[in-house]
């Protein structure tokens, strides 16, 4: 039966998930159980895109993401594809109707990966758009469940909310980006001279882009509503703790939040749940 290989195939997303990111595993399984599986699915496609430009180095890496590329809308056309993480990927494109110009542009910021090392403020707004903005677009559509009226009043709070998450994953990896693979992220940043002044502007605008996301995450359905606050409150706790640190420290080691402050954080979003503070 098909049924049991789309079945094994979203199993197969919801692995790479758990093994790739156990804070968004966390969060998604605080998604109702109807929505967790299409944002596993979307997760692993995406998981799998950034492997190839960040990991691969042995391998021919243009060539790898082209032929993954290909092979994704082939999968979206036809309604399956032996390659378990893109046949779980087009199983949640086509059921919600995911508007096929987010995959155009998460390919072409990963395409951007493959030859930039540095930025523009143009060049920057445009990669986080398809790198970030674009994959919180891709989860709206499972959480608004076809309601198209939802989708338009949240569409701007979820870009908020994935850039703020990429722009939070920039500070958290300038070590392995900077040193590993020479890529500066943020326009205009010198890391070997990396000052306050500019550690501070680009908190700020973090700080801007979480404060349109909380919003929206308000406004979310309650099937969706405490997964996505879940993820906010891991990330403003990374973010919380980035901020205290000098700008040299940054560059030092990537920072993390330990398991029992992970397990705390869901206590007390659990607590106000409860309460229906959110």
Not at 27 to 53: C, Q, S, W
Not at 112 to 139: F, H, N, P
């Amino acid at each position: 039966m098909v049924q049991l290989f789309h079945i094994t195939s979203e199993n197969c997303s919801r692995i790479v998930t758990e093994n790739y990111s156990t804070s968004f595993s966390s969060a998604i399984r605080m998604l109702h159980k109807d929505l967790r599986t299409p944002i596993y699915n979307i997760y692993g496609f995406v998981r799998l895109a950034d492997e190839i430009v960040d990991t691969f180095h042995q391998y021919d890496k243009p060539g790898l993401l082209q032929q993954f590329k290909k092979e994704t809308y082939e999968a979206i056309d036809r309604g399956i594809s032996l390659n378990p993480v893109l046949n779980s990927f087009q199983l949640t494109v086509n059921q919600y109707g995911i508007d096929g110009k987010l995959i155009d542009a998460f390919f072409h910021s990963m395409e951007m990966d493959l030859s930039r090392t540095a930025y523009d403020g143009e060049g920057y707004k445009e990669y986080i758009y398809g790198s970030a903005e674009v994959v919180g677009l891709m989860c709206l559509y499972v959480f608004c469940e076809g309601q198209k009226d939802m989708y338009q009043e949240q569409e701007a709070a979820a870009r908020s909310l994935g850039a703020a998450f990429q722009k939070i994953n920039f500070l958290r990896d300038i070590k392995a980006d900077y040193n590993g693979l020479s890529r500066v992220y943020f326009p205009g940043c010198d890391f070997n001279n990396f000052t306050f002044g500019q550690k501070k502007e680009i908190e700020d605008d973090i700080l801007n882009d979480f404060r349109q996301a909380y919003a929206g995450i308000l406004r979310l359905p309650l099937k969706a509503r405490f997964g996505v606050y879940v993820a906010y409150k891991y990330y403003m706790s990374l973010f919380n703790k980035i901020r205290k640190m000098q700008p040299g420290k940054v560059l030092e080691k990537r920072i993390r939040i330990r398991n029992y402050h992970k397990a705390l954080i869901i206590l007390r979003a659990g607590l106000k749940n409860q309460l229906r503070l959110i």
